[in-house]
């Protein structure tokens, strides 16, 4: 896979670099220091991934992945930090693939760029209950479907209908896989155990 990096710090740029160069299946693509640099990189060089700092200058990486998301150049990957509540809000509405803190070992750096590059969504244990805090203080406590992207939002109205996961998949022109994935992603957003509570909560219309 062809992955693209974007950091301003040089250190943690030239770290992630010799880091995931040592995989025989990755293929760094281009580093750049700030969004707009990550975007060209991934138009010239047909990227898979776009593995981005959530905060840079010039252009963040939310600003940058929207773009990317919009041309559909590949799948944006962000690091993040505890304290950046407000901009994991418009990383979780713009749609990413998932985040990762900085700190996260080797291996779970490896195992999230593969997981983005077979179709998965990254969204680390440790930072699950962070990110639901964030949507309550960005969107309040009845949004709880606030942070779903409009295709996420779909699953959720056609599981609130009654449609089952391979009616779902029929309708949406989806894998049964990625309709699973979907689900999953739903829940972890919305701190929901199971689909038919996001029935309920969705036809309570809170």
Sequence with gaps: MKIVLADDDNIIREGLRMIISSQ?????????????????????????????????????????????????????LLLTTFDEQE????????GVSGYILK???????????????????????DILSYIRD???KCYGKSAVFSLLTDRELEVVKLIAEG???????????????TVRNYISV????????????IAVRYLKGD
């Design 24 to 76: 025989p299946d990755f293929e760094i693509a281009g580093v750049g220091c700030n969004g707009a640099e990550a975007v060209e990189l991934c138009r010239q060089n047909k990227a898979d991934i776009a593995m981005l700092d959530i905060r840079m200058p010039v252009m963040d990486g939310i600003s940058a992945a929207e773009i990317m998301l919009k041309e559909e150049l590949c799948k944006p």
């Design 87 to 94: 901009l994991i809000c418009r990383a979780l509405k713009a």
């Design 103 to 125: 700190n996260t070992p080797t291996e779970g750096i490896f195992s999230a760029l593969r997981t983005v590059y077979s179709g998965g969504t990254v969204f680390q244990q």
């Design 134 to 136: 964030a949507a309550i």
């Design 163 to 177: 449609y089952s996961n391979a009616e779902i998949s029929e309708r949406l022109f989806l894998s049964n896989g």
């Design 186 to 197: 739903i829940l972890e957003k919305t701190g929901l155990e199971h689909r038919t509570q």
